[in-house]
């Protein structure tokens, strides 16, 4: 019973190189997200999609893309990765965003230098 | 702009005893409450939540009170165990799909 998966757990890059994310989920949920954590703060939307195909910005879309071609995967691009993008990203789903709880997985420590 | 604000970044309480943390709002759109535990090196799980039409909702020993007029949410830990000792978020929407997280209050239970 996995839930949500996220790979890799960590990564280091360099300052201009770009990476992709993945999570993966098992639960058939319609709803996934993609959060950032830095410290003293709480986790920020970055984007979100309510669907197989589909993809929204959410509070700090910046640096960022998403791409939801298989309604189980999520994928969080850097195509030019910066020193203030340093955070340790989460990724959830949920059923619906109707007041439904997300499911979170354990997140990726992600330094860039 | 941060909508939601756990002013407490630290909880220290003895085992057994009552925990009670505190979240505050700013945006009184948000309409749904919710409180989500983390353990280090593990992603947030839920915990429990409330609407914004009621002013309680229990379950087992975790209690979520909800003060709308004063924007205020806490949630109540009783009995406190050490396995409670964890992150607490509390996190609130107002739509389907913006959800906005306090920064966490760490919360330390004593043998």
């Known amino acids: 019973n996995a839930g949500v998966t996220q790979t890799p757990k960590f990564r280091v890059l360099k300052t201009g190189q770009s990476m992709t994310l993945l999570c993966a989920q098992d639960?058939?949920?319609?709803?996934m997200y993609w959060y950032r954590q830095d410290p003293g703060m709480g986790l920020r939307l970055i984007h979100y999609s309510v669907g197989e195909g589909t993809t929204a910005k959410g509070e700090v879309p910046d640096g960022y893309n998403v791409s939801r071609l298989k309604k189980q995967n999520f994928l969080l691009g850097l195509e030019s990765a910066a020193p203030s993008q340093t955070s340790v990203y989460f990724c959830?789903?949920?059923?619906?965003?109707?007041?439904?709880?997300?499911?979170f997985g354990d997140g990726t420590r992600l330094s860039i230098l | 702009d941060q909508q939601v604000k756990q002013n407490s970044p630290s909880l220290s309480v003895q085992e057994g005893r009552i925990s009670i943390l505190n979240c505050d709002y700013t945006?009184?759109?948000?309409?749904?409450f919710l409180w989500y535990k983390k353990y280090p090196a593990e992603g947030p799980t839920f915990l429990i939540s409330i609407s914004s039409i009621k002013d309680k909702n229990e379950d087992g020993r975790f209690t979520v009170f909800l003060n709308k007029s004063a924007k205020h949410l806490s949630l109540h830990i009783v009995p406190s165990q050490p396995g409670d000792s964890a992150v607490y978020f509390c996190?609130?929407?107002?739509?389907?799909?913006?959800?906005?997280f306090g920064a966490g209050t760490r919360l330390t239970v004593k043998p």
């Open positions: 996190a609130a929407k107002y739509n389907n799909n913006d959800m906005r």
């Open positions: 639960m058939n949920h319609e709803y």
């Open positions: 945006n009184s759109m948000f309409d749904y």
């Open positions: 959830a789903s949920s059923w619906s965003g109707n007041n439904q709880p997300q499911h």
